[in-house]
């Protein structure tokens, strides 16, 4: 079966996302918002009924402290090598 993983609130937008992203990485870049490109969804908030009904698991991060703590682990495992 296909799951969701994340959480359905707070519901945030690409450009806020992208913020997001850049306050964790310590960098103060301009976000230009740009048209949507065709076949794009208007909205990316992942449906959790089905993961909690199969699972019982609901979110136990909130978005920003896990971007913060996947940044790290990349840090620690990915780009020190």
């Not at 992208?18 to 490109?37: E, F, M, Q």
């Not at 959790?48 to 682990?73: F, N, R, S």
């Amino acid at each position: 079966q296909v799951l969701n993983v994340g959480s359905q609130e707070p519901e945030v937008t690409m450009g806020e996302l992208a913020g997001i992203v850049l306050r964790a990485l310590g960098k103060d870049l301009p976000i230009a918002p740009l048209p949507s490109t065709p076949g794009s969804p208007p909205r990316r908030c992942p449906d959790m009924a089905k993961t909690h009904q199969l699972t019982g698991v609901a979110a136990q991060v909130g978005l920003e402290q896990g971007v913060a703590q996947t940044l790290d682990w990349y840090e620690r495992h990915v780009f020190a090598n």
